[in-house]
C-alpha cells in the first residue's frame, strides 16, 4: 500500500474469552476479510495477574495466532492513567509495562495507550498532570523501542463534568514534545468529534493538529454528540444519534473523504476498523490519504 498507509486492521470483538475458544474463529473471520492486521484486546484477554505477565496463556494465544497471513496490533488496558493520583502511578506503570511484554511476545506492531483523563476534583494544575505523562511516556518510549514496539497515545472525549480529556491538538502538543521515535498518537476520529463538540472546538481543525502524529487510526462514524441523557436500548441511543456509536463508516457525519484529501499522516500508517461491512470502504479511504499524500 506504500509507505505511508502500513495496512488495514480489523479489532477483535472485546470478548472475555477466558479458555480462549473463540479466538481462533474469531481470527478466521479477520483472516477472510483479507486484512493486513487484527488488534488484539489485550483488555479483554487474561494474560496478566497482578502486573504479571501468565507466560502459559501466552503461549497458548501465541500458538493460536502462529501460522497466519497476518500481523498484529494491540489495544492495552483501558484503565491504564498516567495523570492519575501519586499513589496509582506505580501499577499503572507495572501493568503497562506488563502489556508491553506481552505485546511483544505476540508480534505487536502498535500498541494504543490511552490518553490520560484529568480529575477535575483535584488541585494539580492540567499543565502539571501532561508533564507527568509526558515524563513517564518519555521512559516508556524505550521500554517499547527495546520491544520494536510503537506506542499510539488514543485521544479520549470527556465523559462527564468531573473528568475531562484533552482536544486532539492538546495531545499532538504533547506528542511533539515528548519527541521519541516510538510514541506516537492514535487518532480516534469518533472521540474527537464528540470531545470538539463538548469543549466547542472544530472537529476537522482538531484532527489536522493531531493526524502528522498519527501512525494509528480508529475509523468509525458517529453524530459528534455526548450522550446527554440514558438511552435504555442501542436503537434509542442511535436514534437520538448520541454518544461514541462506533456506527459503519457513512452512516454518522464525519466528512471521510474531506478528511482523507485534507489530512497530513505520517508513515507506516495502519487504518483500523471494529466492523467487517465497513472493510470496502475502509481500504478507499487509506487508498485516497496514500493518494492525497504522494
Known amino acids: 500500500m506504500g509507505n505511508r498507509v502500513l495496512g488495514v486492521g480489523y479489532s477483535l470483538a472485546n470478548e ?3 479458555a480462549f475458544r473463540t479466538l481462533g474463529a474469531r481470527l478466521d473471520e479477520a483472516q477472510a476479510l483479507g486484512v493486513d492486521f487484527v488488534e488484539l484486546p489485550l483488555h479483554s484477554m487474561v494474560l496478566i495477574a497482578g502486573a504479571r505477565v501468565l507466560s502459559p496463556r501466552v503461549k497458548t494465544v501465541k500458538d493460536i495466532l502462529a501460522g497466519r497471513p497476518l500481523r498484529y496490533t494491540v489495544h492495552g488496558a483501558l484503565a491504564i492513567n498516567l495523570m492519575d493520583v501519586p499513589q496509582r502511578l506505580a501499577r499503572h506503570q507495572d501493568v503497562l509495562k506488563a502489556s508491553l511484554d506481552v505485546s511483544a511476545e505476540l508480534g505487536g506492531v502498535h500498541y494504543v495507550l490511552h ?6 476534583a483535584r488541585s494539580v494544575s492540567e499543565d502539571d498532570l501532561f508533564a507527568q505523562q509526558r515524563d513517564i511516556l518519555g521512559a516508556f ?4 523501542a527495546q520491544r520494536g514496539l510503537i506506542i499510539a497515545v488514543e485521544n479520549l472525549f470527556t465523559l462527564n463534568k468531573t473528568h475531562a480529556a484533552a482536544l486532539p491538538s492538546r495531545l499532538a502538543r504533547e506528542i511533539a514534545a515528548v519527541a521519541h521515535p516510538n510514541i506516537w498518537a492514535c487518532l480516534d476520529f469518533s472521540h474527537a468529534a464528540i470531545n470538539a463538540s463538548v469543549l466547542g472546538a472544530s472537529f476537522i481543525d482538531e484532527v489536522a493538529a493531531l493526524a502528522p502524529f498519527a501512525k494509528h487510526l480508529h475509523l468509525h462514524d458517529s453524530f459528534g454528540r455526548p450522550a446527554e441523557f440514558r438511552t435504555p436500548r442501542r436503537a434509542e441511543q442511535l436514534a437520538y444519534g ?3 456509536l462506533h456506527l459503519p463508516l457513512g452512516l454518522g457525519d464525519i466528512p471521510w473523504d474531506t478528511l482523507m484529501e485534507r489530512l497530513d499522516f505520517p508513515g507506516g500508517v495502519v487504518f483500523n476498523v471494529d466492523l467487517a461491512d465497513v472493510m470496502e470502504t475502509t481500504r478507499r479511504l487509506a487508498a485516497r490519504a496514500q493518494t492525497a499524500g504522494s
Do not use: C, M
Open 141 to 144: 518510549g524505550e521500554e517499547a
Open 242 to 244: 448520541e454518544g461514541d
Open 16 to 18: 472475555e474469552d477466558y
Open 115 to 120: 490518553n490520560g483523563v484529568t480529575d477535575l
